[in-house]
Structures are given as structure tokens and as C-alpha cells.
């Protein structure tokens, strides 16, 4: 598996789950991500939620960027960076040139919070304010980074921090 590939990881909050269970929601989590990966159409704000709930918790910091096309399709998504339980290093030149090398017209940043509060800290919204210049700059959209806690998630925008 190479590091554009997605990975999940959810950690049980409630009662440890049986090995079938797991099998079971492994199964589903395969199926769903076939589905999304047929170039879906992010075509609603709950579908973006959905989509990220279900593709990037884990018990480690994780930073994705959905690379998506003018009709808002999903191109790519990748995790460009993983960190440890409180902390992911972000490469704004990283994430700006893969956007670039897929054609990408728009991204959305992603990441999680292992604590399971999405709530965003002072580095989450500077790094923000930074990837949005550069999106700028080379005629890109950032629409949103959205914060990926347990049973919740936090987009920047709708906050009126983008």
C-alpha cells in the first residue's frame, strides 16, 4: 500500500467489538469505498461529512486533501501526511503540487483528531489560512477543511474561518 492509498482505522469508543463484527464492517467499509471511488460527485454537504466520517478516523493524526474536479467529482483522495496522536506535519507545497499534478480545480482538507474533539486549534487555522493563499495564487478553490472527531465533524468554513 503506497501513502496515496486510504487506510482505515476506527477505534471501538464503546464495547470492544467480536472479530466477526469487525469482518463485517471491514466488508462494508470496502464496498462503500468501491462505490466512492467510482469518481462520485461530493453533491451535498452530508455526502462530504459522510464521506470523511467514514474514510478518516483513526487513532492517529491523519491529514487527507480530496483533490476534486470542476463538477466537484472526487479525483483523488490522499493522505499526504501521518502523525502521531496530537500532532501531523503539513507540507502546504506538497499538497498545492499534487493538486496540481491530478488537474485538480478544487480541494478539501481533511484531517482527525484522534481525542475525538474536532474542535480546531490555532495551527489547524493558520495552516488553513496558508493552503488557502497558495490555492489562490495558483487558481485553485479550497472549499472547506472539515475536522473528522468521534460522532462529529467540524468545517472551517461553516465556522467563517475560510
Keep these: 500500500m503506497n ?32 462505490r466512492l471511488n467510482q469518481n462520485p460527485v461530493l453533491s451535498s454537504w452530508q455526502a462530504v461529512l459522510d464521506y470523511c466520517a467514514l474514510t478518516i478516523r483513526g487513532d492517529v493524526e491523519r491529514f487527507h486533501v480530496l483533490y476534486l474536479d470542476k463538477k466537484n467529482r472526487l479525483i483523488s483522495d490522499e493522505c499526504l501526511a501521518t502523525g502521531t496522536v496530537d500532532h501531523v506535519p503539513v507540507y502546504l507545497r506538497e499538497a498545492l503540487k499534487r493538486g496540481l499534478e491530478v488537474n485538480a480545480t478544487a480541494l478539501i482538507l481533511v484531517h482527525n483528531h484522534p481525542s475525538g474533539d474536532p474542535e480546531p486549534s490555532r495551527a489547524d487555522i493558520t495552516m488553513t489560512k496558508e493552503i488557502q493563499k497558495g490555492c489562490k495564487v495558483l487558481g485553485l478553490s479550497l472549499h472547506d477543511h472539515i475536522i473528522v472527531g468521534f460522532g462529529r465533524e467540524v468545517s472551517l468554513r461553516a465556522r467563517g474561518e475560510i
Design 3 to 34: 501513502r496515496h492509498q486510504k487506510t482505515f482505522g476506527m477505534k471501538p469508543q464503546s464495547a470492544p467489538l467480536l472479530a466477526e463484527e469487525q469482518v463485517v464492517i471491514y466488508e462494508a467499509r470496502q464496498i462503500l469505498l468501491r
